[in-house]
């Protein structure tokens, strides 16, 4: 089964091209431009999202600030997060923030899509 | 209480200033001053006794702009109405009267027909300086050059800095919209892949639309390693894997451009070559010597062959292709050096600096024979354990 996504990314091409992807992969996606509108986002949605597309590195508040903030809130706490990033030492940042994945910039589509179906199940199961 | 000059902490008592001290002068003092401005900057000092250094500081800091000594006459003289004519009230008198100014000569920096900046003598008693002149003028003629060399010094690494910054943010901001490029055109091909009777032309262009974008992304990435290189943030992930697969796998991905080419590439896998390496780096380094190996090497067969002993893992790629001439050698491991003309062949003149410093960080090595007409052997060489300096760094 498929639901809804969220993609958290400061660059407005890059987000409309994934949410452009995920949907034509019948994932609807939600969007936010940092950390803060994502929050924003989430508290107003009818629904949670099956998974959250993260990128780190953003203005206001960044992908770590994001993810505390995500992992205290017990209805939230859950939803799987996949790091999209172009920085370095991923693994390291995805182990450290409890991701269950990670994708390098410039993204791979084949990869992310495998990626976010797998972190998707998982988190349902 | 005079101020403090604020060139003070940059006003070492140097070795250019000391050299007059005591035989030529009682005391030195070097400006300089940036091109096109009236102010100087004192660079260094120095006083036969050193206590007095201070003073000649503040002295020099009194007045900013314009002299802060009074007119000597042509043979250095000067004169006791002098001084006091200069001093603007008794405090002051009274410095440069400690300081000792009964002589002074004062020398232009000059250089490349640019003045630096002055070089001052002074002596404290009545002396006629003219039989000292002449080593006076030698010796502001060496300081000269020495401050024009380390301004140049300065210039080149401040540009080199300013270079090295540029690539970082360049291939950075190039990256962004890479991203989303890729991401729009793998899209489409996927959606094109899925689609039935689809327009087979839009699908070609596709294609080679996704082909060029992702080698544009090959190009980004390897200025991005160059500024990580430079930033020394070049990181290994290391995992245990065959390097005869690797390199196996990596030559039926060069198929296509193999035969756009026409060269045939021969292969002699001697596996399994296992080893804890990063595999992305070392496919990396294969790349590059492979399309080396295709770009340079005039429709020729290519040998590239894998073998290893206890210690080590490796790879030499043989062409038959144009080669290197001697003089080049060395320079082709080094950061944007070529040995052809970029007219004539196309790149960024950085994939073996990458490689080399790559193998490098594995603890390896790296290294080419080459013969004009003839052909190149690149052949790299891995430890199969890393070496300390390869372990992988957590930051």
Redesign the interface.
Request: hydrophobic share 45%.
């Given at each position: 089964m498929k639901g809804t996504v969220m993609i958290v990314e400061d660059?407005g091409?890059?987000r409309?091209?994934?949410a452009?992807?995920l949907a034509?992969e019948g994932m609807p996606a939600l969007t936010a431009a940092n950390g803060q509108d994502a929050l924003v986002c989430l508290k107003t949605s009818p629904e949670a999202p099956m998974l959250i597309v993260l990128d780190l590195m953003m203005p206001v508040m960044d992908g770590w600030q994001f993810a505390a903030a995500l992992r205290a809130q017990p209805t939230w706490a859950r939803i799987p997060i996949v790091l999209l990033s172009?920085g370095?030492?991923l693994?390291?940042h995805a182990r450290n923030l409890g991701a269950c994945s990670y994708v390098r910039?410039?993204?791979?589509?084949?990869k992310l899509l495998v990626i976010v179906e797998q972190c998707a199940s998982h988190g349902m199961s | 209480v005079p101020s403090q000059p604020t060139s003070a902490p940059s006003c070492p008592r140097s070795g250019v200033a000391r050299l007059p001290v005591p035989r030529l002068a009682d005391w030195c003092a070097v400006e300089v001053s940036e091109s096109g401005q009236a102010s100087h900057e004192l660079i260094a000092i120095a006083h036969i006794v050193p206590e007095k250094e201070t003073l000649l500081k503040q002295l020099a800091a009194r007045s900013s702009e314009g002299d802060w000594l009074p007119p000597a006459a042509p043979d250095g003289e000067v004169r006791a109405t002098a001084i006091t004519a200069f001093a603007k009230d008794a405090e002051h008198e009274q410095l440069l009267r400690s300081v000792g100014v009964a002589s002074i000569v004062r020398v232009p920096l000059v250089v490349r027909e640019r003045t630096l900046g002055v070089m001052t003598y002074g002596i404290g008693s009545a002396r006629r300086l003219d039989a000292d002149r002449r080593l006076m003028f030698e010796l502001a003629q060496h300081a000269a050059l020495a401050v024009d060399n380390a301004r140049l010094y300065l210039a080149t690494q401040l540009a080199l800095r300013a270079r090295d910054e540029f690539l970082s943010i360049a291939s950075?901001e190039l990256?962004?919209?890479?991203?989303?490029l890729?991401?729009?055109l793998?899209?489409l091909r996927?959606?094109m892949s899925t689609m039935e009777g689809a327009w087979e032309p839009a699908r070609t262009r596709i294609e080679s639309a996704a082909r060029q974008a992702s080698r544009l992304?090959g190009l980004?990435e390897r200025l991005l390693d160059v500024s990580?290189i430079a930033a020394g943030?070049l990181?290994l992930?290391l995992e245990e894997f065959d390097l005869a697969d690797a390199v196996r796998e990596l030559t039926e991905r060069f198929a296509d451009e193999a035969a756009k080419a026409g060269c045939k590439l021969e292969l002699d896998l001697r596996g399994p070559a296992r080893g804890l390496w990063d595999r992305l780096r070392v496919e990396q380094i294969v790349s590059n010597l492979l399309s080396n190996a295709l770009k340079y090497g005039r429709g020729q067969p290519i040998q590239v062959l894998v073998d290893h002993d206890p210690m080590h893992a490796t790879l030499s790629v043989n062409d038959a292709g144009i080669g290197i001439p001697e003089q080049d050698i060395k320079r082709i491991f080094e950061r944007f050096e070529r040995a052809v003309p970029s007219r004539q062949y196309g790149g960024l003149g950085i994939g073996l600096y990458v490689a080399r410093q790559i193998v490098e960080a594995h603890g390896g090595e790296i290294r080419v024979e080459s013969r004009v007409g003839i052909g190149s052997r690149f052949t790299i060489a891995l430890p199969r354990q890393p070496a300390p300096a390869a372990r992988r760094e957590?930051?």
């Amino acid at each position: 089964m498929k639901g809804t996504v969220m993609i958290v990314e400061d660059d407005g091409d890059i987000r409309e091209a994934l949410a452009t992807v995920l949907a034509d992969e019948g994932m609807p996606a939600l969007t936010a431009a940092n950390g803060q509108d994502a929050l924003v986002c989430l508290k107003t949605s009818p629904e949670a999202p099956m998974l959250i597309v993260l990128d780190l590195m953003m203005p206001v508040m960044d992908g770590w600030q994001f993810a505390a903030a995500l992992r205290a809130q017990p209805t939230w706490a859950r939803i799987p997060i996949v790091l999209l990033s172009a920085g370095e030492d991923l693994e390291t940042h995805a182990r450290n923030l409890g991701a269950c994945s990670y994708v390098r910039k410039p993204v791979d589509l084949e990869k992310l899509l495998v990626i976010v179906e797998q972190c998707a199940s998982h988190g349902m199961s | 209480v005079p101020s403090q000059p604020t060139s003070a902490p940059s006003c070492p008592r140097s070795g250019v200033a000391r050299l007059p001290v005591p035989r030529l002068a009682d005391w030195c003092a070097v400006e300089v001053s940036e091109s096109g401005q009236a102010s100087h900057e004192l660079i260094a000092i120095a006083h036969i006794v050193p206590e007095k250094e201070t003073l000649l500081k503040q002295l020099a800091a009194r007045s900013s702009e314009g002299d802060w000594l009074p007119p000597a006459a042509p043979d250095g003289e000067v004169r006791a109405t002098a001084i006091t004519a200069f001093a603007k009230d008794a405090e002051h008198e009274q410095l440069l009267r400690s300081v000792g100014v009964a002589s002074i000569v004062r020398v232009p920096l000059v250089v490349r027909e640019r003045t630096l900046g002055v070089m001052t003598y002074g002596i404290g008693s009545a002396r006629r300086l003219d039989a000292d002149r002449r080593l006076m003028f030698e010796l502001a003629q060496h300081a000269a050059l020495a401050v024009d060399n380390a301004r140049l010094y300065l210039a080149t690494q401040l540009a080199l800095r300013a270079r090295d910054e540029f690539l970082s943010i360049a291939s950075h901001e190039l990256r962004t919209p890479l991203t989303a490029l890729q991401l729009q055109l793998q899209s489409l091909r996927r959606a094109m892949s899925t689609m039935e009777g689809a327009w087979e032309p839009a699908r070609t262009r596709i294609e080679s639309a996704a082909r060029q974008a992702s080698r544009l992304a090959g190009l980004t990435e390897r200025l991005l390693d160059v500024s990580r290189i430079a930033a020394g943030r070049l990181k290994l992930d290391l995992e245990e894997f065959d390097l005869a697969d690797a390199v196996r796998e990596l030559t039926e991905r060069f198929a296509d451009e193999a035969a756009k080419a026409g060269c045939k590439l021969e292969l002699d896998l001697r596996g399994p070559a296992r080893g804890l390496w990063d595999r992305l780096r070392v496919e990396q380094i294969v790349s590059n010597l492979l399309s080396n190996a295709l770009k340079y090497g005039r429709g020729q067969p290519i040998q590239v062959l894998v073998d290893h002993d206890p210690m080590h893992a490796t790879l030499s790629v043989n062409d038959a292709g144009i080669g290197i001439p001697e003089q080049d050698i060395k320079r082709i491991f080094e950061r944007f050096e070529r040995a052809v003309p970029s007219r004539q062949y196309g790149g960024l003149g950085i994939g073996l600096y990458v490689a080399r410093q790559i193998v490098e960080a594995h603890g390896g090595e790296i290294r080419v024979e080459s013969r004009v007409g003839i052909g190149s052997r690149f052949t790299i060489a891995l430890p199969r354990q890393p070496a300390p300096a390869a372990r992988r760094e957590e930051t």
